[in-house]
């Protein structure tokens, strides 16, 4: 009875906390808009009810920089470099860009994905370790010329990549879900809302 007890304690205390009192850091590079900073973190505060605090602003990384297919920026790159420089305070950092960025999409088997010419260096709207302290978001493969749905995009694209800093896998549980894969559309961003499914919150201890 009392390892009963001591294991339904145990399950609250950790209910209770959850992300609760983590920080969250927003890192903008190069001439990021004022009003989408506000927005994003407001958008963070809700749904995740975790503190953020804005970092000071940063330059582009000249050293993410490539020009395999068009010019971008890694996304992998820059969130390996967020990782190194976030601040001990901090325990996860997005970083926002308003440049195209990429990655290399791999199978199960760590093999690019083929073809190869499609896949090596392949545009992305976010992304981030799961888990781990980072993540990064560009701005320009989400534009809309509906600037409210634009700024939709740009909420759940933030959110979605955050969640996967948090341990979250993409979610099968609910079509609805901020966590469900995009699987290469924009579309599906559109089709979803703005929060985490019932089992996802479970996961991380919301």
Known sequence: MKNILFILFFLMLISCTGQKDKMIGIQPFGKFNQSLIDTVKNSIEQVYGIRVEVLPNKPLPEFAFVNIKSPRYRADSIIRLLKREKPDSIDYVIGLISKDISTTKRDKNRKVKQ??????????????????????????????????????????????????????????????????????????????????????????GM
């Not at 493969?141 to 700024?151: A, T, V």
């Not at 901020?178 to 991380?204: G, S």
């Open 115 to 204: 073809p190869e010419y499609k896949y090596l260096d392949w545009g992305v709207f976010g992304l981030g370790f799961r888990p781990g302290p980072s993540c990064v978001v560009s701005t320009y493969r989400i534009k809309s010329n509906d600037h409210k749905k634009f700024i939709e995009r740009f909420k759940k694209v933030c959110i979605h990549e955050l969640g996967h800093n948090m341990g979250l896998k993409h979610c099968d549980y609910s079509e609805k879900c901020v966590m469900r894969d995009a699987a290469e559309t924009i579309k599906t961003i559109d089709h979803v809302d703005l929060k985490l499914c019932t089992d996802c919150k479970v996961k991380i």
